[in-house]
């Protein structure tokens, strides 16, 4: 099928500051669904050529701050000069800066021409952004408009909405913005229709990462080496969220609906990257397992057994209920990504996470139990976040603490298009304006009420939130401390902090949460039974029935005493023994 304009051509620009080792998985399918729909396309990369004129360190220094998008902001607004380079002083001396200026300049200027000759009017430039390309992306479509006059379209990250129309009405070179289903608009914007739906996502081909190869080739042997040598080709097991309902989430904005590539589609893509790129550096990329999980793994696992242990999976806590998933994950060597977000029972409501903290609770201990590597992180400064939810997360950790800490606290970020965003008063925000040490620095003033940004600012109607956030820290790192500490001393850990023994009739629990040695406790007869039974998270009323014959005061006497020994957690009429 030809596109209406045979002639026209497709040029995706990827341009600085994207990440030297991942090349973009977005690009690379929509490469391969536009070949497969004989459009002529490729893939430019102008940010490797950048990073090699600015040296490697040099790029991934700028790039991790605010310096590499205020270089092409100072390009785009030259009066607005002046307050970048007070403004990002802390980062970088107004000297240094302006060497960058324009040394950037003469790169963007040498780049636009040296596209003479390939570029036609009628072709099309597609910028598709991450977070940390919108101002070069916006400089480099300027120049090539004015230079080429060629149709600049930009989708990704600041293109859903009214920040994809704020976008254009303030750059009015931008012809198009594609805020979701980048494909399928895409085809769509050229009079195609191949795709049916946005969502058939098992209809795509492999991702073509052949220009972002070819142009790996070309970079000088020592950039390569040190900067990309360790690089990254992406396979989607699925994209979006089948989930989608976290208050703070825009993870599925690109996408208008969850969907999977089929586990045959999956195995074939995995072939054809091993054997096209003759590499294992394949990594998966996904949000949100789904329950094809299981025989997806089996299926890789046969047919790439050299690859066994590389899949890495994310999951919602309550799709790993079963004691049977985590065993499961440890005899296939998965690690995994899981979203526990927080230990507070009303903060996890808001979050909306849909499920419960004794859910997140029982799943560590099952992945400590079986050596799963989990890692999750925890969320703080949300705008609805109380003391007590401070406190709440302080108490629980104090049960759990033989159980593996959060690898990050994660600050939260207000997005256009969550709910949070959506409906500000039900969560507590008072106000939400531009951010002031991004946006607001980066865009002159007069710009500032025209533009729809996908980050915020916000007020919110509880107080003490900022000045929560070192205690946040300090009381996860207590937890990290003491978790890690034999590591810490150069020694392996021979037990939980909180595990189990048992012979006969006797189960000893060994507990060392509080850091000074193992306090044993012994149970026998009922007592025993109760802790094994509730080693799974079990409802009060199915305590009292599984325990018919013993007296009901006398098993509420148990089992407030295991919850005031912190040998056992509950919430609500719920309970879960914590030894492992
Ligand atoms: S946070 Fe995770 S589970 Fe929640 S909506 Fe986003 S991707 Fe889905």
């Given at each position: 099928m030809k596109t209406n304009d045979t002639t026209k051509k497709i040029h995706i620009l990827c341009v600085p500051f994207t990440s030297l080792t991942m090349p973009s998985l977005e690009i690379s399918t929509l490469k391969a669904v536009l070949k497969e729909h004989d459009v002529d396309a490729e893939i430019l990369t102008p940010f490797y050529d950048y990073a090699c004129s600015l040296g490697g360190d040099v790029y991934c220094r700028i790039s991790e701050s605010i310096v590499g998008q205020a270089i092409f902001s100072a390009l785009l607004f030259p009066h607005h000069q002046p307050a970048l380079e007070k403004g990002i002083g802390e980062h970088m001396p107004p000297d240094e800066f302006r060497q960058h200026i324009q040394n950037s300049e003469c790169f963007c200027r040498e780049y636009a021409d040296g596209l003479a000759g390939k570029l036609k009017e009628s072709d099309i430039v597609l910028f598709h952004l991450y977070v940390s390309q919108l101002f070069p992306a916006l400089y480099l479509a300027k120049l090539l408009y004015e230079k080429h006059g060629v149709q600049v379209w930009f989708s990704g990250h600041h293109c859903q909405g009214q920040c994809g129309e704020s976008l254009q009405a303030l750059f009015p070179f931008i012809r198009q913005v594609i805020g979701r289903d980048l494909e399928h608009r895409v085809l769509q914007l050229l009079g195609q229709s191949g795709l049916a739906q946005p969502h058939q996502m098992w209809e795509y081909p492999t991702p073509d990462y052949d220009d972002f190869g070819a142009a790996m080739n070309r970079l000088p042997a020592g950039f390569k080496k040190e900067h990309v040598g360790h690089f990254w080709l992406q396979v989607e097991f699925s994209r979006g969220c089948w989930w989608n309902q976290c208050s703070f989430c825009t993870l599925n904005c690109q996408w208008s609906s969850f969907a999977h590539k089929s586990v045959d589609g999956i195995i074939r893509d995995y072939k054809s990257l091993l054997s096209t790129y003759q590499t294992t550096q394949i990594l998966v990329n996904e949000f949100n397992s789904d329950d094809q999980w299981e025989n997806l793994i089996r299926r890789l696992n046969e047919e790439f057994p050299g690859m066994r242990g590389t899949y890495y999976l994310l999951f919602k806590v309550?799709?790993?209920?079963?004691?049977r998933a985590m065993q499961l994950l440890a005899e296939n060597h998965i690690p995994i990504l899981v979203g526990v977000e927080s230990f507070a029972k009303d903060y996890l409501r808001l979050i909306n996470k849909g499920h419960r903290v004794i859910e997140s609770i029982q799943l560590l201990k099952f992945a400590e139990r079986h050596h799963v590597n989990c890692s999750y992180n925890i969320m703080f400064?949300?705008?609805?976040?109380?003391e007590e939810d401070y406190d709440e997360t302080k108490r629980v950790i104090s049960y759990i603490k033989h159980l593996v800490p959060p690898f990050d606290l994660e600050v939260f970020r207000l997005t256009y298009g969550s709910p949070i965003y959506n409906n500000p008063d039900r969560y507590g925000i008072e106000r939400m304006m531009l951010r002031k040490d991004y946006e607001g620095l980066l865009l002159p003033a007069e710009i500032h009420d025209h533009y729809t940004p996908f980050f915020y600012d916000f007020d919110s109607v509880n107080p003490g939130i900022r000045e929560r956030e070192a205690r946040w820290r300090e009381l996860i790192q207590g937890w990290i401390d003491l978790y890690y500490a034999d590591a810490r001393k150069g020694q392996s850990k021979l037990h939980c902090l909180l595990y189990k023994r048992q012979w006969d009739n006797v189960l000893d629990i060994y507990d060392a949460r509080e850091g000074k040695g193992y306090h044993v406790h012994t149970l026998w007869g009922v007592e025993r039974a109760l802790y094994e039974y509730c080693d799974q998270v079990r409802e009060y009323r199915d305590i009292i029935e599984q325990f018919s014959t013993v007296e009901e005061s006398c098993l509420q006497t148990l089992l407030d005493a295991f919850v005031s020994q912190k040998l056992m957690f509950k919430e609500d009429a719920n309970y879960l023994s914590l030894a492992v």
């Open positions: 309550s799709a790993v209920k079963e004691e400064s949300l705008p609805f976040e109380r």
